[in-house]
């Protein structure tokens, strides 16, 4: 029987592959009116739903919103989501702003709330001063965080959600008293704030205030008003991660002026170990230039990878100064500094510069020692390029006296004989250096062990909630924060 013939039916044709083009679709420009909005509705739930998780997040997304917000933004965001009568912020925010074309669909009296809660019109006045600040406007910025800072000290009595809010302010009113040169005009404040802070438990206005303190005294040379400060306060645990950074940079300053080049080195290297990788270049050259000083001062030479992974020739000058030390040439030492003696005083490093002509000719000193048996103090004073054989005497008996060389002083025939090189494996100095090792090692093993803590509440069960997912953070957020925090004029 012959096979019926079977026919086939076409094949469904494939979809279509997408185009490459949609890949390579730029993201959608951002909507300035829509994330004030969405963070309005945050900081909205967070008071109605005593859920301060929430007001956190709408400043974690504040950072998009305050760099590409502009005048007419924010006077549309303050006529739509505040009403007009009682609300003393929004009349100064807007005065603030000046005259401004505004959208007339924005402003419309139906789509204005009734009453809005205070966190809300504090969370606005907050955006305008961000976007004042952005725009070197400093005298109105400073007007706005002076009316505002009553109503933040009446909402923290009670309400400790808005702690992270008020911290803003004061970072941007002490920031903006900086850039008028009137940062003792606001010192009492930010006194009287921090005590606040601290007697109210409220960490984040704590670290804040401490380290704008911190900041005013040492721009104005006040080591040991702030050295003071640092012996007398606690720096609370629970601060952020950018506050600790700053907070270890500017004790680390202070340490090096202080002469502690140790303690110094220990803390800028923490520092710099928790600043982000990526983010904040600026705050990590700061950090780098400070640390090769005191390293410079303690009498070690820096790496030359301590000099690579910054953009620019940021580092250019200090490059110099380790090159001049390293090979103990005085003159070159002085060449450089001579030369970038404007980079020194702008970076407020030129009292730790000037500390280092001791240690060039130190080091030019032992290389003497080491290549000579005998030597005149004539020729010593020639190749450290002293004034005068007397000077050559003074600096080569303190080289003695501190230990740098190991050698005696012919005052009859006015030379210098050094010793027999003794190997350094017969003193204490290996031990001393392994010491100092197992140290770091115990601080790096300590911070780790801290970081891996649990906090208070993970082993209770958490009541299912829908904005359970928008609570969680993700690393592109956490990055932005910190960028964020740590980015805005750095020291």
Do not use: W
């Amino acid at each position: 029987m012959a096979k019926a013939d079977v026919e086939m039916a076409d094949a469904a044709p494939a979809p279509a592959p997408a185009a490459a083009d949609d890949k390579d679709k730029a993201p959608p420009p951002f909507d300035v009116a829509q994330g004030i909005a969405k963070n309005v509705g945050f900081v909205r739930k967070a008071v109605e739903g005593s859920q301060p998780r929430l007001l956190a997040r709408a400043l974690r997304n504040t950072t998009p919103v305050r760099r590409k917000c502009c005048a007419a933004d924010l006077a549309n965001a303050l006529r739509a989501h505040l009403p007009s009568d009682a609300r003393v912020l929004r009349d100064a925010a807007l005065a603030a702003l000046g005259p401004v074309e505004t959208d007339a669909a924005m402003t419309d009296a139906d789509e204005v709330p009734e009453d809005a809660p205070v966190e809300v019109e504090v969370y606005l006045a907050f955006l305008v001063v961000a976007f004042l600040v952005r725009e070197k406007r400093y005298e109105d910025a400073t007007k706005l965080c002076e009316a505002s800072l009553p109503r933040l000290r009446t909402m923290m009595r009670e309400r400790r959600a808005v702690d992270a809010l008020a911290a803003k302010f004061y970072f941007y009113l002490a920031l903006c008293h900086e850039k008028l040169g009137t940062s003792a005009n606001v010192a009492a404040t930010l006194f009287a704030a921090h005590r606040t802070a601290v007697l109210q438990h409220a960490d984040v206005s704590a670290a804040t205030l401490l380290n704008a303190l911190l900041r005013g005294l040492l721009a104005a040379n006040r080591v040991e008003a702030a050295l003071k400060l640092v012996s007398k306060t606690d720096f609370p645990e629970s601060a952020s991660n950018p506050q600790f950074c700053r907070y270890l940079y500017y004790t680390g300053r202070i340490q090096a002026l202080q002469l502690d080049y140790t303690d110094a080195h220990t803390k800028l290297m923490q520092s710099q170990r928790k600043a982000p990788a990526t983010t904040a270049v600026g705050f990590r050259v700061e950090i780098q230039k400070l640390a090769v000083l005191v390293q410079l001062l303690m009498g070690e030479v820096p790496d030359r990878s301590s000099f690579e992974g910054f953009k620019g020739r940021a580092l250019e000058p200090y490059l110099q100064l380790t090159r001049a030390v390293r090979r103990g040439d005085l003159p070159a030492y002085r060449a450089c500094v001579a030369e970038h003696a404007d980079t020194f005083d702008r970076d407020r490093t030129r009292s730790l510069v000037a500390r280092l002509e001791r240690n060039v000719v130190k080091t030019g000193l032992r290389r003497l020692n080491v290549s000579y048996s005998r030597i005149s103090l004539d020729d010593v004073r020639a190749r450290l390029h002293l004034d005068s054989a007397a000077s050559a005497e003074f600096v080569c008996a303190k080289a003695i006296k501190d230990g740098v060389i190991d050698a005696v002083i012919d005052h009859d025939n006015q030379q210098i004989r050094s010793k027999g090189v003794a190997d350094v494996y017969s003193t204490n100095e290996p031990q001393k250096a392994f010491h100092r090792r197992i140290v770091f090692c115990l601080d790096v093993r300590n911070e780790a062990v801290k970081a891996m803590q649990y906090p208070p509440d993970t082993g209770k069960k958490k009541q299912p909630d829908e904005d359970d997912k928008e609570e969680k953070q993700t690393d592109e957020e956490i990055a932005k924060e910190i960028e964020e925090e740590l980015g805005d004029e750095l020291p």
